[in-house]
């Protein structure tokens, strides 16, 4: 592979930083040691490039972050009012005024304080006291009341649940006999089922007239049916 | 914001050369930077990219705007050197020749055009990689690689004519 001079330099940082391919690299190693302009040109740039690599970063003045943040965010004074400003903005300072705003609302809202017409006189804390605990007052007396009701409906509630749970016992709490009522017939007025009904008359018939043929029935019959 | 104002004031101090105006500088590209953050999108490239890039708009303006009043020979002010923590470990005198070659390169660096001087900079003092360059300077990759290495071989001739042989 023939190189040439202007090859050399045009490739030179390609060699230093070792980016030359094998073959370029030998051509160009080749055409170096024997070219009197180049040795001297690649050596130069080497040492160049070692001199560059030596110098060390420059320590900034000391006052240049005080300079930056005045020049950007303004004087200190400015800068820390600033970023106690910027602080309110915080969720957590949020929440908690807001978690402060809502204990506040609930707590005039207790005493009776009318948002819209507000009184001055209202805002006294031995007003605010006295309103709050009266307040207080009649909520414990209507959640009294209403945990009693809930009882009471809870009871009632569970004792129907019951029921329908064990038919036997509900049967057992029935009453057998109902003097006043037709036989087969349940409280209902209506009859759910005619022909049950109807059997019930023809029953009741059968015994009026085995009462008058057997005197000796008369008596249980009627006690049972005529009193 | 400490990392950040320290590789923007090495790279305004490697570009001007100039302490003072390396720190108004540094200023300026926070200032901008702050007001202009609302058009930074990283979809373009990283956070220290973009600095980067409004870092050397700046220079570039700087550079422009004081050319007139420029004298071309050293621009130093003549401030000491600050070396950072890392270098505690030498001894006196490799300390002392190691700051004297480094104000020399940086001196050479601050005859460097503009166009060269950036791209050396950010290849070999900020390590930045090319495809980075690229989105720095907006050029294509072939006229970053270019760049680099003409700088390199200017800057090595210009040593070569201070007479300065860095080891």
């Known amino acids: 592979m023939n190189w040439t001079c202007e090859q050399t330099e045009a490739r030179l940082s390609d060699y230093l930083d070792g980016l030359l391919q094998p073959v370029e690299q030998s051509a160009f190693n080749l055409h170096v040691n024997t070219c009197e302009r180049c040795a001297p040109l690649v050596a130069a740039v080497a040492r160049t490039l070692g001199g560059l690599y030596a110098m060390e970063p420059v320590e900034p003045p000391a006052e240049l972050e005080n300079a930056i943040l005045t020049a950007t965010l303004g004087a200190p004074s400015w800068r820390n009012l600033r970023r106690w400003l910027k602080s309110l903005q915080s969720p957590r300072f949020v929440y908690s005024m807001a978690s402060l705003a809502a204990t506040l609302i609930v707590i005039l809202a207790a005493s009776g304080f009318s948002f819209s017409k507000p009184k001055l006189a209202e805002l006294r804390p031995a007003t605010i006291y006295r309103n709050a605990d009266r307040k207080a007052h009649l909520v414990y007396a209507q959640s009294a009341k209403f945990v009693s009701d809930l009882r009471v409906v809870y009871e009632i509630q569970t004792r129907l649940n019951e029921n329908e749970q064990n038919p036997a016992t509900r049967e057992q709490a029935v009453p057998q006999n109902f003097p006043d009522k037709q036989p087969g017939r349940t409280d209902n007025t209506n009859p759910s089922a005619p022909k049950q009904q109807n059997r019930a008359d023809e029953i009741g018939r059968s015994l009026r007239v085995l009462a008058s043929q057997f005197p000796v029935f008369s008596g249980s019959v009627g006690e049972r049916r005529m009193p | ?167």
């Open chain 2, 1 to 167: 914001m400490r990392r950040h104002s320290r590789r923007i004031f090495n790279i305004c101090y490697r570009f001007t050369g100039n302490r003072t105006e390396s720190q108004d500088l540094s200023q300026d590209v926070f200032l901008r930077v702050y007001r202009t953050l609302g058009s930074y999108r990283s979809a373009h490239g990283g956070f220290a990219t973009w600095m980067t890039s409004v870092t050397r708009n700046l220079l570039i303006d700087h550079y422009r705007r004081t050319k007139r009043d420029r004298v071309t020979d050293s621009l130093d002010d003549k401030m000491p050197l600050v070396e950072n923590k890392e270098s505690a470990g030498r001894r006196p005198d490799e300390q002392a020749l190691l700051g004297e070659l480094s104000g020399q390169v940086q001196s050479a660096l601050t005859k460097l055009s503009p166009e060269l001087r950036e791209a050396v900079i950010l290849r070999d003092l900020q390590q930045l990689e090319y495809s980075e360059i690229q989105q720095v300077l907006a050029v294509p990759e072939g006229t970053v690689k270019s760049r680099i290495n003409r700088g390199r071989i200017e800057l090595a001739r210009i040593l070569q004519q201070m007479g300065v042989r860095p080891s």
